[in-house]
């Protein structure tokens, strides 16, 4: 069996922040409860199967997640099927584009930082930007690489 994580803090799941298993849960991979995790087990056991994979899997947070769903988990929550001339323009980016037409060159580069400043606060679970030191290196402030491919995802979203 290849159990998914369990909320009870044991094996490499032990090592793991609240804000790492918020950003899983999130991502529509929720640990499991003791309670589902021990009945997945006994399931596994009745099943004449080689190979189980004991997890949770939440459909609708898996479904809006703004990064690509990973390969293994598309056919839980297919993309949304598109009209082929239609082109999707990122919702944040027109936005983007609107608040630094006419800024100066500083302006523009505050005006980026802060947004990058805020996406970094959010993914690492801050409340504020103030958290965030511009000049702290990512392992210093508490990335690491799942945090860091969030962000990734969500800079994306929001600059287009």
Excluded at 7 to 32: C, F, H, K, W
Excluded at 75 to 88: D, S, W
Excluded at 102 to 109: K, N, Y
Aim: hydrophobic share 45%; proline share 6%.
């Amino acid at each position: 069996m290849a159990f998914g994580l369990w909320e009870v803090g044991a094996g490499l799941g032990q090592y793991l922040s609240d804000i790492d298993r918020a950003r899983m849960a999130t991502q529509g991979v929720p640990p499991l409860s003791y309670e589902a995790g021990l009945e997945l087990f006994a399931a596994g056991l009745r099943t004449d199967r080689p190979s189980v994979v004991p997890v949770h899997i939440d459909t609708a947070a898996l479904r809006s997640r703004t990064d690509e769903v990973p390969a293994l988990l598309r056919g839980l929550a297919p993309a949304p099927r598109r009209a082929a001339a239609a082109v999707e323009i990122p919702a944040g980016a027109g936005e983007l584009e609107r608040r630094l037409v006419g800024l100066t060159v500083g302006e523009r580069l505050r005006a980026v930082l802060e947004l990058v400043r805020g996406e970094v606060a959010g993914v690492l679970g801050h409340s504020s930007v103030e958290a965030v030191g511009p000049e702290r290196p990512f392992r210093e402030l508490g990335f690491d690489s799942l945090a860091a491919t969030e962000l990734r995802n969500q800079l994306n979203r929001v600059t287009g």
